[in-house]
């Protein structure tokens, strides 16, 4: 019997310092399942990016008049879901023949119902004016809406070479 | 007494029109003394940028582990209060002699406890090898901590010429 409370006891003491451990290792109170589906909203984005596909791409962002969007061709940015959404992408997928963009986060903030993603792009693509190659600082905004995360600001400029 | 009712009514017709104008005027359901502060809260950015005051920089930046700083400078971006805030600022004041920088802000969102501010930011200079001039895209995000509204990331990058 006492070895049994002891065993007991030894499990409790385990599962309360897994417990700490998982709280210490993130970095503010954010859900770990808001964080998986942000991780998730913001890979569909380059999915969409990389597959040239307007249906998948308005798919990923919020209906929204104050969405924004900051592209590395851009010389004066895109707001709202018209001009930043529904017009871009289609003329943006008729520029590139071919595009390829990865995403390497470096932080995925979730707090409420917005959260952010930072990092790095590297993009590869075809225009008709020949190959492009170019890496850019990036910023990826998310409001929640009911059960979903969607995009409502992304900001890619060029790191200088 | 018709006439006093009628009054009313008008009135309370007139209050609910005002009501739903102002609901209509903001994109979101926002409070509006949460944007007022986080305008000032990047206005105070500006402020300590033009003024190059490391004391007023450190006081307008979280300290937290995932604060991330993207200036037009940077070939790799900053992470963490330490690298992003504390060490870079003094070098950067270091490094320009002068510099001027204003902000107009296109959006300024705020929804809970986050806030993201984008537009555009025009900058001015001097440094060891001359003056120096720039117009950037920029997206800066806060979180309010009690009553505070503090940068969490600052996306500042060049706008191509």
Known sequence: MLRRNLLATVATLAATATGLM??????????????????????????????RDVKK???VWANKPY???????MKTF???????????????????QELNVTMTPSQVQANGKVAWVV???SATGVTKNGPVKFTTF???????????????????QPIPQ
Do not use: C
């Open 22 to 51: 998982a709280f210490a290792g993130s970095a503010s109170a954010q859900p770990a399942a808001d964080v998986e589906a942000v991780r998730a909203a913001n890979a569909a984005f380059y999915v969409a990016l990389s597959a």
């Open 57 to 59: 791409m308005e798919a």
């Open 67 to 73: 969405v924004v969007n900051m592209g590395p061709r």
């Open 78 to 96: 895109a707001v709202g879901h018209d001009e930043a959404v529904a017009k871009w992408w289609p003329a943006a997928f008729e520029f590139f």
């Open 119 to 121: 990092g790095n792009e």
């Open 138 to 156: 990036v910023t990826n905004i998310f409001e929640k809406e009911g059960d979903r995360w969607l995009m409502v600001s992304h900001h890619a």
